[in-house]
């Protein structure tokens, strides 16, 4: 996708830090930092969400996730990793390329966990949205 700025990142038109890369997937330091070392992860061909994306490119996303993981844990010896997405803008996604955050966590570091990202309890009982499912 031409205006697709992680495209542009992937064909080297826009410099990039890069944490870790395979033939499927760059992982590169986030240039706005929620902590030290956060990283994200992309895979190589564009699709906006997971929804868009082939299940084999999905597959090694994952692997990409988890190597990328374990090189910031040599480099940085962080106590923990908070690992996720954002799905669609309302869920505060601002770069329409699939790409997973890496945020490296220390103990006393203040933050939260995805619990932490919002509390709006439905008004629906858990018991009926199960309905939906079978
Ligand atoms: P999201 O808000 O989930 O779409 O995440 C997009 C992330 O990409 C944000 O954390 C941005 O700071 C980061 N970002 C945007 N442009 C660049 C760039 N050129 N290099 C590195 N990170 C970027
Ligand atoms: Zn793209």
């Not at 994200?40 to 969400?49: D, R, S, Y």
């Not at 990328?68 to 997405?85: E, H, R, S, V």
């Not at 669609?88 to 329409?96: I, K, N, T």
């Amino acid at each position: 996708m031409d205006a697709c700025i992680f495209c542009k990142i992937l064909k080297k038109e826009i410099p990039n830090y890069t944490v870790y890369e395979d033939e499927h997937v760059l992982a590169f330091l986030d240039i706005f930092p929620m902590t030290k070392g956060h990283t994200v992860v992309i895979p190589k061909v564009h699709g906006e969400t997971i929804c868009d994306l082939e299940d084999h490119v999905l597959e090694k996303l994952m692997v990409g996730v988890k190597n990328t993981t374990k090189k910031i844990q040599d480099a940085l010896n962080p106590d923990g990793f908070n690992i996720g997405w954002n799905h669609h803008e309302v869920a505060g996604q601002s770069v329409p390329h699939v790409h997973v955050h890496i945020i490296p966590r220390f103990n006393g570091d203040g933050g939260k966990g995805l619990h932490g990202i919002i509390k709006k309890d439905s008004d629906t009982p858990v018991e009926e949205l199960a309905k939906k499912f079978i």
